[in-house]
T-cell receptor
């Protein structure tokens, strides 16, 4: 019944590794997002897809690559993890593009050692 | 300068108290404003939108002052369950950042018995 679900909830890994976070929404929304919440609690958008089309690509290292196989899924792959990547990553969806009412997943706590 | 500035608090109030949070935003042309709530170690959830005329939802009242570029949230008759971080959110209205949400770092509220 979970509207926006992301896995895993916790991810602990070594520097230099590659990891992925998966996200799925069952709300029938057109638009999905990845947000990063750092240790200072600021939430910043990383990427947004609308019907599988990339519409927002913030200034993030190209080690981060989103993939949207269909409009219900948006995955995030991170190559060559660095210490500074440690944060909570939230997936979110909204009914349509530019709609500001976001539904967030429960977050993935990424810790890079 | 951050797009959205909030006093991080913490605000510690007894049950039944009235508490108010403010936030300021830098883009005078912003059109949409929201308050989100984030419980500890949980995802943000939309609390309420903020309209120019001000709006109320039960014990919660949101106000927008465009001239001074600030948004407020008033909570009356605080409950223990109101303890959370309250995020001020502003939507960009122009150009390449159209539709993007800018989150404040949040104001932490603790309601004690």
């Amino acid at each position: 019944d979970t509207a926006v679900s992301q896995t895993p909830k916790y991810l602990v890994t070594q520097m230099g590794n590659d990891k992925s976070i998966k996200c799925e929404q069952n709300l029938g929304h057109d638009t999905m997002y990845w947000y990063k919440q750092d240790s200072k609690k600021f939430l910043k958008i990383m990427f947004s897809y609308n019907n599988k089309e990339l519409i927002i690509n913030e200034t993030v290292p190209n080690r981060f690559s989103p993939k949207s196989p269909d409009k219900a899924h948006l995955n995030l792959h991170i190559n060559s993890l660095e210490l500074g990547d440690s944060a909570v990553y939230f997936c979110a969806s909204s009914p349509y593009r530019f709609n500001e009412k976001l539904f967030f997943g429960s977050g993935t706590q990424l810790s890079v050692l | 300068r951050k797009e959205v500035e909030q006093d991080p608090g913490p605000f510690n109030v007894p049950e039944g108290a009235t508490v108010a949070f403010n936030c300021t935003y830098s883009n005078s042309a912003s059109q949409s404003f929201f308050w989100y709530r984030q419980d500890c170690r949980k995802e943000p959830k939309l609390l309420m939108s903020v309209y120019s005329s001000g709006n109320e939802d039960g014990r919660f009242t949101a106000q927008l002052n465009r001239a001074s570029q600030y948004i407020s949230l008033l909570i009356r008759d605080s409950k223990l369950s109101d303890s959370a971080t309250y995020l001020c959110v502003v939507s960009s209205d122009r150009g390449s950042t159209l539709g993007r949400l800018y989150f404040g770092r949040g104001t932490q509220l603790t309601v004690w018995p």
